[in-house]
């Protein structure tokens, strides 16, 4: 028996009024997950405690097992895990993403945020800008003293790592959460070393939105990344082996480093795919390749993300999101199962969505998500498709951390 799990971030949510009430996954075009749905069962999970803020770092960690109520120090820390990043003994680390800051004279605490990834920006573009920021001798200065470094990214999602510094009290706000909103309520607090963070922000705002490299985005008629910002600040970590908890041998394929953190923390390997992106235009066939590929070698367990609904829904692209979803039934779900089905591998298949990310506000959101649990050669006859509708009519799972126990099970229920 081999096992599969597929993760389409953020594609859960409420109902849209311009849908006709209904959600993306409802309007999406998805006959292989509803076919699977159909056949297997589809039930609600909490994959985020109430009490723990609600976001793929928390959500993944639940999902793979590992509560987050006890082992979650910050998204962060499982992202540079990801892009091997070895934190020491007080080290810090934050996302640094590149956004854009409207344009204007207004003061920079006056300003709106209006994009979490200015514009999308991704590959040897946001690396260029991210060093041009931290080689300005100004911005270098500031950073050296703050006992800062950064370690660019091919995206918009940078890492930055602070020595000895004390985030005790630090609340800092994830940008994807206050889009369109004013920044100066928003920029960290807390403690002492929040006035740094803010001050590293704001000179590096002066410094970039009319960096040659951002005027020419202006002029192709895209957003600016004329600016940064620090959030989801951690310290180091550690996870329970997968391997030794589960007793499968396990890959994970994803384009975000976060969970490739999650993997490389738990012991399970990252398999990169080459044109692979958080994005909605990302290699899907190279994903679903490396899958079958590992699932007909050694491995007992693959796990494929698809980060494309979380974006097209922060950036406000509803029919993105339903898109995301049709391609992840179409070019993604559909392949894999046929090539099992193919190769006459038994397998057992669980997809869901990490978390709900809203249309209506553009975030995340803990509500319970939908999830659909197959196996091959079976047929529970339960007829139903794959929505958060028919989840809120099956069994429901307080626990996120018993998804996998539930997946290797030989009995569904």
């Keep these: 028996m081999k096992y599969i799990l597929v993760i389409g971030d953020g594609m859960a949510d409420n109902p849209v009024p311009f849908l006709g009430d209904k959600t993306p996954m409802q309007v999406a075009d998805t006959p292989c997950m509803d076919r699977l749905a159909a056949q297997g069962e589809v039930g609600q999970v909490r994959t985020v405690p109430v009490e723990v803020p609600p976001g793929s770092d928390t959500a993944i960690l639940s999902i793979f097992g590992a509560d987050p109520r006890v082992c979650y120090t910050g998204r962060s820390p499982l992202e540079a895990a990801g892009s091997g990043i070895t934190l020491q003994p007080g080290d810090v680390s934050y996302r640094c993403n590149m956004v854009t800051y409207e344009d204007g004279d207004q003061p920079f605490l006056e300003k709106k945020i209006l994009s979490h990834n200015a514009g999308s920006i991704e590959g040897e573009e946001s690396i260029a800008i991210i060093t041009a920021l931290f080689s300005h001798p100004e911005f270098a ?4 003293a703050a006992g800062m470094r950064v370690y660019p990214s091919p995206s918009f999602r940078h890492i930055a790592v602070q020595k000895g510094a004390s985030i005790d009290g630090l609340v800092a706000a994830p940008p994807h959460d206050h889009l369109g909103e004013v920044i100066g309520p928003l920029m960290p607090t807390g403690c002492e070393n929040a006035a740094v963070l803010q001050a590293l922000m704001e000179k590096a705002h002066e410094i970039l939105d009319h960096h040659p490299l951002n005027e020419a985005r202006r002029q192709a008629g895209k957003r600016p990344a004329n600016g940064i910002w620090f959030w989801a600040e951690g310290t180091g970590v550690a996870l329970d082996s997968f391997v030794e908890k589960y007793h499968k041998k396990g890959v994970v394929i994803s384009a975000v480093p976060l969970c490739h953190g999650i993997a490389r923390l738990t012991g399970l390997d990252v398999q990169f795919v080459e044109g692979a992106t ?13 899958a079958v590929q590992a699932l007909m070698g050694e491995y007992d367990f693959a796990a494929v993300h698809i980060e494309a609904p979380d974006e097209c829904t922060h950036n406000g692209d509803t029919e993105g999101k339903i898109e ?27 997809i869901l969505s990490d978390h709900k990310t809203l249309t209506s506000t553009r975030g995340h959101d803990g509500d319970p998500v939908p999830f659909l649990l197959y196996e091959s050669g079976r047929d529970t006859g339960a007829g139903l498709p794959y929505d958060e509708a028919s989840g809120e009519q099956g069994r429901f799972l307080e626990e996120g951390t018993s998804l996998m126990d539930i997946l290797f099970q030989t009995d569904q229920k």
Excluded: F, S
């Design 141 to 144: 200065h500031m950073a050296e």
């Design 278 to 290: 958080g994005e909605l235009e990302t290699n899907y066939q190279g994903k679903v390749d490396a």
């Design 324 to 350: 995301a979803i049709t391609r992840l039934d179409h070019l993604v779900v559909r392949p894999l199962t046929e090539a099992m089905e193919q190769a006459g591998i038994p397998y057992r298949l669980l």
